[in-house]
């Protein structure tokens, strides 16, 4: 009887041995369960540590996540459209405007009116009225122009070999050369002040005559571009030793520039000098700043 009992002891403890071991492990994972975000301290949010010198300059978003990634930023200086809009008053009546335009700005007409208060301007008939009209010789060969100035009839007339011929009433009044082109190199005939202006684009130079006289070797000048009439008087591009600059009645006028755009086909057009309602506008680079540049009669 006595063995029996004894047994019956020694059994009721290995069993509550048994029991507390259990227990145990129970207890050491409740200890560690992490809370709900709604009941974490703050004193518990670590600050990240450093991994770049951007991350750095980064302000930390002030809301809990529950994860490492990177908070999103914010420019804290807007960009700027136009830096600023200078203007310059001629006594001959002429007007200039230049803006200083950012990079991404550049060449993108939208800014005028940022810059100016105005759009640039868009074509209208009377446009024509100072312009020669195109017509065909000959179907193979690139289209020519005429114009009557004070009852006088001039035409072109592109020959072989890339000569180009300027006729006042029938007669040889200019000629001039020109190089292969995938476009043509015969631009324009315009009546400035009753003379004529012929734009002959040349890809190897580029030029103006104008009353007959072809005003690159007359000026000495690489190249010249895009003529227009305000005022009755002749407003075109020259270029010399790799600088651009503005001509206005054989006076430069303005500030020289290492690049005005200037392009006679396909994209690059889009954006070269555009000469609308007595309006001069063109893209220039000057110390390596960028200008959208408005020449016109101050009215």
Sequence with gaps: MNKVINFLIIGGL?????CSTVDKPAEFVATNTSPSP?????????TPSLTSTILYALTPSPMFSGTNSTPEVTPTIPLTPYIKMSKIDYPSGLV?????????????WRIAEKCFGFPLSSWQDEDRAHLGEKFKRDPFKWDDIRITING???ETDNEQGGLYILL?????YAETISG???????????DVGGSVAWELANPENPTIIF???????EHNLDAAYLPYNINDRLIFVASKDSKYYVVYGEEQIGSEFSNISIAYCCG???YSIQRVQGQYWFWAVRESRYYLVMISADE
């Design 14 to 18: 290995f069993l509550l041995s048994s």
């Design 38 to 46: 709604t009941e974490l301290p703050i004193n518990l949010v670590s």
């Design 96 to 108: 200039w405007l230049e803006c200083e335009v950012s990079f991404d700005q550049y060449h993108k």
């Design 152 to 154: 006088i009839l001039y």
């Design 168 to 172: 006042r009433n029938g007669n040889i």
């Design 180 to 190: 292969f082109t995938t476009y043509s190199p015969n631009r324009s005939l315009q």
């Design 211 to 217: 009353s007959g006289q072809d005003l690159r070797q």
């Design 268 to 270: 690059p057009a889009g």
